[in-house]
């Protein structure tokens, strides 16, 4: 008996230290706002909250230049804000697109405290979707999406089941969260996702209500044909390995694309190259958006 108490006990311990680790990462600290849309007129900045489908209050920027085309939602990572897509929203707008940036819970200027890594991030973009849909200036007809890392994977899970989300690109996501999750044990911590990944999947269905395994882009992607999907992944990304956008191009239907950037890491595609990255994603809008 006293080993099987000692057994519980060391188990219990791996398991409790295991869930602290993982729900330190769900409290982040915020990463200030360190520019504006100074790029950008008065008349063409409008700055804005709208909540969730859950309550939830989002700040974000509505930036018109021609109410006549077609809109893209950019979608940020996680620990950034929408400062980080300025440059990415500029190259937009220089195209002619209107964009509307957001920041997601937890993020910037945006309500709420804790971070799911994409799962109920799902309401913001649900959120952001409703509150363009009932802006007068906006046309009734597809928005682009374009989203990085979390921001990619919660607005491709969006998609999946909301056609006004016309033509999707995703910057560096995971396939699937519960391999996600067990990579960044392994890469953060040293730690085999055996048992460690259990003990991380509990806590997650714990604080979440929902399994890892559940928040799959693997199976979102599946459902977004005839729609087109692009695809950009860095060939040494440590946070997300290439082989998880393998996955997700050969999951999805056609029409599709995927772009893989040597030598760069996690999101780095456009900095290595912003012209370049400018020019794919206003190549890929001008074809099924505008």
């Known amino acids: 008996m006293a080993l099987l108490e000692i057994l519980f006990l060391i188990v219990f311990w791996a398991w409790f230290c295991t869930a602290v680790l993982f729900l330190r990462q769900t409290f982040l600290p915020r990463a200030p706002l360190l520019s504006g849309p100074i790029r950008w007129s008065e008349q063409q900045v409008q700055a804005v909250t709208f909540p969730a489908t859950d309550g939830v209050r989002l700040s974000g920027w509505k930036i018109t230049v021609d109410p006549s085309r077609p809109w893209i939602i950019l979608c940020h990572g996680l620990g950034a804000n929408r400062t980080d897509l300025l440059d990415i929203a500029s190259g937009l707008t220089n195209a002619r697109y209107n964009v509307f940036l ?13 971070t799911s890594f994409g799962w109920i991030e799902q309401r913001d973009v649900e959120g952001a979707l409703v509150f363009l849909g009932s802006q007068p200036d906006v046309p009734d007809r597809p928005y682009g999406v374009f989203g990085v890392s979390m921001g990619g994977a919660a607005a491709v899970m969006v998609a999946a089941r909301d056609e006004r989300l016309g033509a999707v690109v995703v910057d560096s996501i995971y396939s699937n969260l519960e391999d996600s999750l067990a990579h960044h044990l392994q890469w953060l911590y040293r730690l085999p996702r055996l ?7 509990t ?10 395994s559940r928040v799959a882009p693997i199976v979102a992607v599946g459902k977004l044909s005839p ?3 692009l695809i950009i992944h860095g060939e040494q ?11 997700l191009f050969e999951a999805a239907g056609e029409p599709k694309d995927l772009w893989i950037l040597p030598t760069t890491d996690h999101s780095g595609g456009f900095y290595l190259n ?14 099924h958006l505008a």
């Open 237 to 247: 990304d440590p946070r997300m390995p290439l082989e998880a956008a393998k996955r």
């Open 102 to 114: 957001f920041d997601f819970r937890a993020h910037g200027e945006s309500e709420g405290r804790t």
């Open 203 to 212: 806590a997650y269905r714990l604080r979440f209500g929902v399994w890892p």
């Open 274 to 287: 912003p012209d370049a990255y400018l020019r794919r994603l206003t190549d890929f809008f001008d074809a």
């Open 195 to 201: 048992p460690f990944g259990w003990f991380v999947n």
């Open 227 to 229: 729609r087109p999907l």
